[in-house]
């Protein structure tokens, strides 16, 4: 069945390996080759990369004939090129902007920054001077203080307490948080991923000690940072003939030097203590009778 087209325009496609065979197509001459052959495509449809695609995949697959005297229907006539054009024409709408939430967003535009807070200038001071001191004129990083400073008041174990392990785990949670929201805008970026990463395995592991240590404080604090945290499965590994050996080196280099350690305090202990008795010798001993 011949394909009927439409007035047409010239136009070259480079590369049609697949369409382009040795016997033709309708409208395409032979003489130029497998991999550069002329098609008269529609004027509407030249100018259209989906149209030109169109009309390539209904040259590639022409209309199948009428089903036999076997008892069928012949195959729905499709118009590729009204189709594609009415695609290529359609108006893409843009996907919504979602706007992920942020663990800042609950801090008032009022507060003070951080290091300022408490001052009692700033009762008497201008209102220039208390907006320029507050968050509306902060920056994102003064925010981020003033969020570390409120974790940390909700797991420290007193008000001097500024290097327990609650304290590290709940600095560590807002800079974790900060970085997947940096992420979730920016998942191109490796660098802020890394040290995600890194703090994430830093907090696992502080995590661990903490559960195991103070299993009340651990509870006190994944609840008060809504954290949620899962053991890690225990790492086993298949005991080699040459790992068992390596690990036995290992371990006796490692007594070894602890017994030439300890053998050399009790040396320098020894000789301390024998320069001190000899001092005192000296001192204790009476002074010689032609002297002065």
Not at 125 to 145: F, M, P, T, Y
Not at 207 to 215: E, G, P, Q, S
Not at 262 to 285: G, N
């Amino acid at each position: 069945m011949q394909t009927q087209l439409p007035p047409r325009v010239p136009l070259f496609l480079s590369v049609l390996p697949g369409l382009a065979g040795s016997q033709g197509l309708p409208g395409v001459p032979g003489r130029l080759g497998p991999h550069r052959r002329l098609l008269l495509l529609p004027p509407g449809l030249a100018a259209s990369p989906a149209g030109v695609s169109s009309w390539a995949r209904l040259l590639a697959h022409p209309q199948q004939p009428p089903a036999g005297a076997s008892g069928g229907t012949a195959t729905p006539r499709v118009n590729w090129a009204a189709q594609a054009k009415r695609l290529y024409g359609r108006k893409r709408q843009a996907a919504p902007r979602v706007v992920p939430t942020s663990q800042l967003d609950d801090l008032p535009p009022t507060a003070t920054k951080y290091g300022f807070e408490g001052l009692s200038e700033l009762q008497t001071a201008d209102e220039c001077v208390r907006r320029l001191l507050s968050l509306e004129l902060g920056s994102h990083s003064d925010k981020l203080k003033l969020k570390k400073q409120q974790y940390i008041a909700l797991v420290q174990r007193s008000p001097e307490d500024r290097s327990s392990t609650e304290v590290q785990i709940a600095v560590l949670t807002a800079r974790i948080r900060n970085y997947s929201e940096h992420l979730a805008q920016h998942p191109r970026d490796k660098t802020n991923k890394r040290y995600m990463l890194m703090a994430s395995d830093r907090r696992k592991k502080l995590l661990k000690y903490l559960r195991r240590t103070r299993y009340d404080r651990f509870e006190h604090t994944c609840t008060a940072l809504n954290i949620s945290f899962q053991l890690p499965p225990a790492y086993h590994r298949r005991a080699s003939h040459r790992w068992v050996a390596k690990k036995a080196l290992v371990v006796r280099v490692r007594q070894l030097v602890n017994e030439r350690r300890y053998r050399a305090r009790q040396e320098a202990r020894a000789q301390a203590e024998q320069a001190v008795q000899a001092v005192q010798a000296v001192q204790a001993a009476p002074p010689c009778e032609g002297s002065g």
